[in-house]
């Protein structure tokens, strides 16, 4: 089961989303992996440990952690059943309004207020009172104090609805900015380059078209998302994926995945 959850209008600035997903895994130890995209994840979970897989050695992970932009797939480990409360955020402004350091990246333990919400959270989720649980998050966010930069907002907006397909010098006049002046602002609120963060959102794109129309022309959608050729395309979502878009969509077919949009994880 997964379930998206639109934010109030006031928080539509910093997150995208609330979601909760709810998986069994059986009684044996399974991995799941975590592809990157264009987001900032703070993941509440609930049932058994969950840990993930760094430098050959699995890693507990605490309720709640961070999954920040990836660079490549992270692989977890779980088994039995395991619910997820997740809030999706726009990367050049979560850690200013969480106050967290921007440098953090990949797939993190943070220390923060946000988790005095993990008792109350997992007495709804064992009443099985989900909307309960994603109101107490919103209105959690919606008592902080916010105060988006215009000009990041603005260039974040703009990458996004580009696909990241848009060069810097338009993204800072889209910002009514220098490419100077946004470039070091925009490492400051997210930790990476702008272009980092466009490369991440075209591979987002290609990965969700490709997950859910996995018989799509390859050469065409390398075209498509401005992409020099299929051979770059190959490159840069092997890069983030660690395969090739071919085996990728492949994979999406065999799986018979239904026509919607990317669900976080995917199980190995």
């Known amino acids: 089961m997964h379930i998206e959850f639109e934010p109030p209008k006031e928080l539509r600035d910093t997150i995208t989303c609330f979601w ?6 059986g009684n044996e130890q399974t991995n799941f992996e975590v592809i990157p995209d264009g987001f900032v994840e703070v993941i509440f979970y609930f049932g058994e440990e969950l840990q993930i897989l760094q430098n050959g ?3 507990s992970l605490p309720s709640p952690f961070l999954v920040g932009l990836l660079n490549h797939p992270a692989h977890f480990y779980t088994r039995k059943r395991l619910q997820i409360l997740a809030i999706r955020c726009f990367p050049w402004t979560v850690f200013d309004l969480l106050n967290l350091d921007s440098n953090k990246n990949g797939v993190d333990t943070f220390e923060h207020p946000i988790a005095k919400l993990q008792p109350s959270l997992q007495n709804f989720i064992n009443k099985n009172q989900i909307q309960k649980a994603i109101d107490l998050i919103k209105d959690y966010f919606l008592n902080l104090e916010m105060s988006t930069d215009s000009l990041i907002y603005k260039a974040g907006i703009a990458m996004r609805k580009a ?4 060069p810097v010098s338009q993204i800072a006049d889209s ?4 490419i100077r002046t946004l470039e070091r602002k925009f490492k400051q609120s997210s930790g990476y380059t702008v272009k980092d963060v466009s490369g991440l959102i ?12 996995p018989d799509s022309n390859l050469a065409e959608l390398a075209i498509e998302l401005g992409y020099t050729d299929q051979a770059h395309l190959n490159r840069e979502f092997k890069k983030y994926s660690g395969t090739t878009p071919g085996a ?11 026509n919607r949009e990317f669900v976080a994880f995917i199980q190995s």
Do not use: C, V
Not at 20 to 25: C, E, G, I, K
């Open 20 to 25: 909760y997903n709810d998986t069994d895994f």
């Open 57 to 59: 050695n699995l890693q």
């Open 163 to 166: 696909n990241g397909s848009i």
């Open 175 to 178: 910002a009514h900015t220098t």
């Open 202 to 213: 075209r591979f987002e794109k290609a990965r969700n078209i490709l997950w859910s129309q």
């Open 248 to 258: 990728f969509a492949r994979k999406a077919k065999i799986e018979k995945i239904p």
